[in-house]
């Protein structure tokens, strides 16, 4: 594709794409920077009370900051503890009963089950010691579990339950009935949102990235896969796995600018102060300095969403090409073209706003970018989200809302995913929990915590 200011008026839909996006295969070379100072973000506690609700009998909405575990606020809350009261016995593989098949990767897959003694349903991921170690990614199951257990907010998704057998590793989070949101946006007219719709849903995503990046985590995956619909309509964050955390989140800052009237602004992206030379990611969603090996920092989460508000208002990605190869020289080359709306009578196309903001959030050089100075307040004070109010987006009604049937086991919205006789969840589940090792060096997994995580139950007045 020839450079241009515009690409030709009324562009035909682009192809359906496939339901899985090719991922880049992670290095391990990485250099940490970090200031000594603890994760702060107690803005999020000005967020009001919830009026939507999980899979549970009570509503399951996390409101703790990471800074301050278990702080009391005005509404009734419970904490969040990662040891099970005495009246809770540990978890295995056999308090669950297995309903249906929801997902399935190179290590593992994910089954939507029922607590047998309580009746609540669980997304559980399982993972396969034997093909974690043959694929050399135990790494990223302790990622993904010590940042799950670690984090609390309404737009990711919640653990609940941890634990090991002698052959998998198992991870019960929130499940969301709504299922994948890429699913959500391939079932809408030209696989787009109206402008207002991926303006709510981005404010979301900003969010949650805020909130990832004041506890020192960089995301380094976002794209409409990785993002659920729960029940309400709400947006959740999902598989961390790629996902990598500074040893000591860094303080925010105060960045002021020199423009008149302009108000200080809370630099998060000092807290995610570290930089790393992996590759990682999607390959459409894939940074500039990622693809040139020039190493990242919480930058790459900010033009990650500038691809997934593209994705929102066009139907594709503006970068794709037909193969891997040229879809990264495209990346690094190609400059940022947008569909030519001028001859279309019936829709104008993205407001200039939209186009501004994109733009910004995928400027080539890292050290421009939208969001490389002060983070997610720089992000969110763009006149794009000038009409949304962060503090009330979980009391605002959602632009979709996932179809239920009568039977919430039904997991209309997901793909209908073939068993396959590799894995059999059934003799899972008869698996005695994993004996203690009596060497670590003997056992790989023998770091992987065992926890039920009793997280902030946010009660209506």
Same mark, same amino acid.
């Given at each position: 594709?020839?450079?241009?200011?515009?690409?030709?008026?009324? /562009?035909?839909?682009?192809?359906?794409?496939?339901?899985? *996006?090719?991922?880049?295969?992670?290095?391990?070379?990485?250099?940490?920077?970090?200031?000594?100072?603890?994760?702060?973000?107690?803005?999020?506690?000005?967020?009001?009370?919830?009026?939507?609700?999980?899979?549970?009998?009570?509503?399951?909405?996390?409101?703790?900051?990471?800074?301050?575990?278990?702080?009391?606020?005005?509404?009734?809350?419970?904490?969040?503890?990662?040891?099970?009261?005495?009246?809770?016995?540990?978890?295995?593989?056999?308090?669950?009963?297995?309903?249906?098949?929801?997902?399935?990767?190179?290590?593992?897959?994910?089954?939507?089950?029922?607590?047998?003694?309580?009746?609540?349903?669980?997304?559980?991921?399982?993972?396969?010691?034997?093909?974690?170690?043959?694929?050399?990614?135990?790494?990223?199951?302790?990622?993904?579990? =010590?940042?799950?257990?670690?984090?609390?907010?309404?737009?990711?998704?919640?653990?609940?339950?941890?634990?090991?057998?002698?052959?998998?590793?198992?991870?019960?989070?929130?499940?969301?009935?709504?299922?994948?949101?890429?699913?959500?946006?391939?079932?809408? /007219?030209?696989?787009?949102?109206?402008?207002?719709?991926?303006?709510?849903?981005?404010?979301?995503?900003?969010?949650?990235?805020?909130?990832?990046?004041?506890?020192?985590?960089?995301?380094?995956?976002?794209?409409?896969?990785?993002?659920?619909?729960?029940?309400?309509?709400?947006?959740?964050?999902?598989?961390?796995?790629?996902?990598?955390?500074?040893?000591?989140?860094?303080?925010?800052?105060?960045?002021?600018?020199?423009?008149?009237?302009?108000?200080?602004?809370?630099?998060?992206?000092?807290?995610?102060?570290? *930089?790393?030379?992996?590759?990682?990611? =999607?390959?459409?969603?894939?940074?500039?300095?990622?693809?040139?090996?020039?190493?990242?920092?919480?930058?790459?989460?900010?033009?990650?969403?500038?691809?997934?508000?593209?994705?929102?208002?066009?139907?594709?990605?503006?970068?794709?090409?037909?193969?891997?190869?040229?879809?990264?020289?495209?990346?690094?080359?190609?400059?940022?073209?947008?569909?030519?709306?001028?001859?279309?009578?019936?829709?104008?196309?993205?407001?200039?706003?939209?186009?501004?903001?994109?733009?910004?959030?995928?400027?080539?050089?890292?050290?421009?970018?939208?969001?490389?100075?002060?983070?997610?307040?720089?992000?969110?004070?763009?006149?794009?989200?000038?009409?949304?109010?962060?503090?009330?987006? *979980?009391?605002?009604?959602?632009?979709?809302?996932?179809?239920?049937?009568?039977?919430?086991?039904?997991?209309?919205?997901?793909?209908?995913?073939?068993?396959?006789?590799?894995?059999?969840?059934?003799?899972?589940?008869?698996?005695?929990?994993?004996?203690?090792?009596?060497?670590?060096?003997?056992?790989?997994?023998?770091?992987?915590?065992?926890?039920?995580?009793?997280?902030?139950?946010?009660?209506?007045?």
């Amino acid at each position: 594709m020839a450079p241009s200011s515009c690409i030709s008026p009324a /562009p035909p839909p682009p192809p359906a794409p496939s339901f899985q *996006r090719n991922l880049v295969i992670p290095s391990t070379k990485m250099t940490l920077t970090h200031t000594n100072t603890s994760c702060a973000n107690d803005m999020l506690l000005a967020m009001p009370k919830p009026q939507f609700k999980g899979t549970h009998s009570t509503p399951l909405i996390p409101t703790r900051p990471c800074s301050q575990p278990g702080r009391s606020h005005s509404h009734t809350t419970r904490s969040v503890s990662a040891e099970p009261t005495r009246k809770q016995e540990q978890l295995s593989a056999s308090s669950f009963s297995k309903i249906r098949l929801l997902g399935k990767g190179d290590v593992g897959k994910v089954y939507l089950v029922k607590q047998k003694d309580t009746g609540s349903l669980y997304a559980l991921k399982v993972l396969s010691k034997k093909e974690m170690i043959r694929r050399n990614k135990i790494k990223r199951a302790y990622a993904e579990q =010590t940042i799950l257990a670690s984090v609390n907010h309404p737009f990711i998704v919640p653990l609940y339950h941890s634990f090991q057998s002698k052959n998998y590793l198992y991870l019960a989070m929130e499940f969301c009935v709504g299922g994948e949101f890429f699913r959500a946006l391939q079932r809408r /007219p030209g696989r787009v949102l109206m402008e207002n719709d991926a303006r709510f849903y981005a404010a979301e995503v900003v969010a949650a990235l805020e909130y990832l990046h004041l506890c020192g985590i960089v995301f380094r995956d976002l794209k409409p896969e990785n993002i659920l619909l729960h029940e309400s309509g709400h947006l959740m964050l999902s598989d961390f796995d790629l996902s990598i955390q500074s040893p000591s989140a860094g303080a925010p800052s105060i960045v002021r600018t020199n423009l008149p009237f302009s108000r200080p602004m809370l630099d998060t992206k000092s807290c995610a102060n570290l *930089r790393t030379n992996s590759f990682v990611g =999607t390959e459409e969603y894939l940074a500039p300095e990622v693809i040139r090996g020039d190493g990242h920092s919480s930058t790459v989460d900010w033009w990650a969403l500038g691809i997934f508000i593209y994705e929102m208002l066009y139907g594709f990605t503006p970068f794709k090409g037909t193969s891997r190869d040229e879809t990264f020289e495209l990346i690094i080359t190609q400059s940022l073209d947008f569909p030519d709306f001028s001859n279309n009578v019936y829709y104008s196309g993205p407001s200039s706003t939209a186009r501004s903001l994109v733009r910004k959030l995928l400027h080539k050089d890292e050290t421009k970018r939208l969001g490389s100075k002060a983070g997610a307040s720089e992000v969110k004070s763009h006149a794009f989200f000038k009409p949304i109010n962060f503090a009330l987006l *979980r009391n605002m009604k959602p632009p979709i809302i996932p179809a239920k049937s009568n039977n919430a086991i039904d997991a209309v919205n997901f793909k209908h995913v073939k068993e396959s006789l590799s894995f059999d969840l059934q003799k899972s589940l008869a698996a005695p929990p994993s004996p203690p090792a009596t060497d670590d060096d003997d056992d790989p997994f023998a770091d992987f915590g065992s926890a039920i995580l009793h997280h902030d139950i946010v009660e209506s007045p």
